[in-house]
């Protein structure tokens, strides 16, 4: 790995919560930690999700996130999703050519939280943005996860041009333990959070398997591995849907590893969670996610079966998808091969290893960004009205 060039990288996304986000930066630290000549640091709060999974690994320090702010004195590549890119300056107070940034969008929601956050949308013109946009991306400081996250930027700020492709990392190991089907229930398993932007995926799956349950053509039972603000509501649709059911609750590491292996037959998932079951040789297919109810005749894609690494996407969006639920059903019931497939995908897309020496060249050729474009994006993305009013609410509520 050319790597060893570089001095620093650093992380910023500072949260206190469980999700497939920040378990893919931490292990994107842990990762990177393991070579040597380069120092990993994390921005995060002293009690946050990050510094807790971090504490003990070696060569990761931490910049403590206080008051809504942090500070970065040395020269570093900074990491962060592409969600920041208004607030960064708010955010972190670095030099921004000593500073070099990559915004990274791991979720299709990305730039327009970003945009339309805190009553930005009010203020902002989105015409005077695309040309930087386009510009950072050509430069390199902003990479996609995949096709889904590249097209909803094409979409929202109605631009085009050659994305470059940083897809979701993760280490592969050989099982110990294989999953072997016993009984005649068919048990299958979602994977991640139960908040606003998933619950709707979670209600469709449901759908599918009360219609299942009702033609009794499978004997289905859900495993619903996770947690989050919406599990009130979805405890509710469970029983009113009177579906066999399990809650795990969050799991993570060995504790996910034997209850996948131990109870899961067919998984469905999107973004990191879809890895976790593939990379246990578990067939998995996709659904996307939506802020409204799906439609009856949505289509599923397993995971083999997707394009530009996407791992989930607006449902809205234009996309392929292929197979009804009943399809998938019986596909899983004929092909005992979905399994190995679906890991085949994987670890050829997604080995942690050959996605990491992709970051790493990036990096290394990555440069930052010009001064005065910057300024000037920045007074675009956060007009004068809208720079007072977040001034004084971060005064308000940092007691600045």
Same mark, same amino acid.
């Given at each position: 790995?050319? /790597?060893n060039?570089?001095?620093?990288?650093?992380?910023?996304? %500072?949260? *206190?919560n469980?999700g497939?986000a920040?378990l893919?930066f931490?292990?994107?630290?842990?990762?990177?930690?393991?070579?040597? !000549?380069?120092?990993i640091?994390?921005?995060?709060y002293?009690?946050?999700?990050?510094?807790?999974?971090l504490?003990?690994? %070696?060569?990761?320090?931490?910049?403590?996130?206080?008051?809504g702010?942090?500070?970065?004195?040395f020269e570093?590549?900074l990491?962060?999703p592409?969600?920041?890119?208004?607030?960064?300056?708010y955010?972190?107070?670095?030099?921004?050519?000593?500073?070099?940034?990559?915004?990274?969008?791991?979720?299709p929601?990305?730039?327009?939280?970003?945009l339309?956050?805190?009553?930005r949308?009010?203020?902002?013109? *989105?015409?005077?943005l695309?040309?930087?946009?386009v510009t950072?991306?050509?430069k390199?400081?902003?990479?996609?996860? +995949? /096709?889904a996250?590249?097209?909803?930027?094409?979409?929202?700020?109605d631009?085009?041009f050659k994305?470059?492709?940083?897809?979701? %990392?993760?280490?592969?190991k050989?099982?110990?333990?294989?999953r072997?089907?016993?009984?005649?229930?068919?048990n299958?398993?979602?994977? /991640?959070?139960?908040?606003y +932007?998933?619950?709707?995926?979670?209600?469709?799956?449901?759908?599918?398997?009360?219609?299942f349950s009702?033609?009794?053509k499978?004997?289905?039972?859900?495993?619903?591995?996770?947690?989050?603000e919406?599990?009130?509501d979805?405890?509710t649709?469970?029983?009113?849907?009177?579906?066999?059911?399990?809650?795990a !609750?969050?799991?993570?590491?060995?504790?996910?590893?034997?209850?996948?292996?131990?109870?899961i037959?067919?998984g469905?998932?999107m /973004?990191?969670?879809c890895?976790?079951f593939?990379?246990?040789?578990?067939?998995v297919?996709l659904i996307?996610?939506s802020?409204?109810?799906f439609?009856?005749d949505? *289509?599923?894609?397993?995971?083999?079966?997707?394009?530009?690494?996407?791992?989930?996407?607006?449902?809205?969006?234009?996309?392929?998808?292929k197979?009804?639920?009943e399809?998938?059903?019986?596909?899983?019931? +004929?092909d005992?091969?979905l399994?190995? *497939?679906?890991?085949?995908?994987?670890?050829?897309?997604?080995?942690i290893k050959?996605?990491l020496?992709?970051l790493?060249?990036h990096?290394?050729?990555?440069?930052a960004?010009?001064?005065?474009?910057?300024?000037?994006?920045?007074?675009k993305i956060?007009p004068?009205?809208?720079?007072?009013s977040?001034?004084?609410?971060?005064?308000l509520?940092?007691?600045?």
């Amino acid at each position: 790995m050319k /790597g060893n060039k570089l001095k620093n990288i650093c992380f910023f996304y %500072p949260s *206190k919560n469980v999700g497939g986000a920040q378990l893919l930066f931490v292990r994107l630290a842990i990762e990177l930690s393991l070579i040597e !000549g380069l120092n990993i640091k994390v921005i995060d709060y002293s009690e946050g999700f990050l510094t807790k999974q971090l504490a003990n690994t %070696p060569n990761v320090s931490l910049i403590p996130f206080v008051n809504g702010k942090a500070k970065i004195d040395f020269e570093t590549i900074l990491i962060t999703p592409l969600s920041y890119i208004a607030d960064i300056e708010y955010l972190v107070d670095f030099n921004i050519q000593e500073v070099k940034l990559l915004f990274w969008a791991i979720h299709p929601d990305n730039l327009k939280d970003s945009l339309y956050a805190k009553g930005r949308k009010i203020f902002i013109n *989105k015409a005077q943005l695309r040309h930087y946009i386009v510009t950072l991306s050509e430069k390199g400081n902003i990479i996609y996860m +995949d /096709g889904a996250n590249f097209y909803s930027v094409v979409k929202e700020l109605d631009i085009n041009f050659k994305p470059f492709y940083l897809p979701i %990392p993760v280490d592969i190991k050989e099982q110990s333990k294989v999953r072997i089907k016993k009984d005649k229930v068919l048990n299958l398993g979602w994977l /991640g959070r139960i908040s606003y +932007d998933k619950i709707n995926s979670l209600y469709k799956i449901i759908d599918e398997v009360r219609f299942f349950s009702e033609l009794k053509k499978f004997n289905i039972h859900l495993h619903i591995i996770g947690d989050g603000e919406e599990k009130e509501d979805l405890i509710t649709y469970l029983k009113k849907s009177n579906v066999s059911y399990t809650l795990a !609750g969050t799991l993570m590491n060995q504790y996910l590893d034997n209850y996948i292996i131990e109870n899961i037959d067919l998984g469905v998932a999107m /973004g990191t969670s879809c890895i976790e079951f593939a990379s246990r040789k578990i067939p998995v297919f996709l659904i996307d996610f939506s802020h409204d109810r799906f439609p009856n005749d949505y *289509k599923y894609n397993w995971l083999f079966e997707t394009e530009d690494y996407t791992l989930g996407s607006n449902v809205n969006s234009i996309s392929e998808r292929k197979n009804s639920f009943e399809q998938l059903i019986k596909q899983f019931s +004929d092909d005992n091969k979905l399994g190995e *497939k679906c890991y085949l995908y994987t670890l050829n897309n997604h080995y942690i290893k050959n996605v990491l020496n992709s970051l790493l060249l990036h990096c290394e050729d990555l440069v930052a960004c010009d001064r005065n474009e910057w300024k000037m994006f920045q007074k675009k993305i956060n007009p004068i009205l809208y720079k007072i009013s977040y001034k004084l609410y971060r005064k308000l509520k940092f007691k600045m």
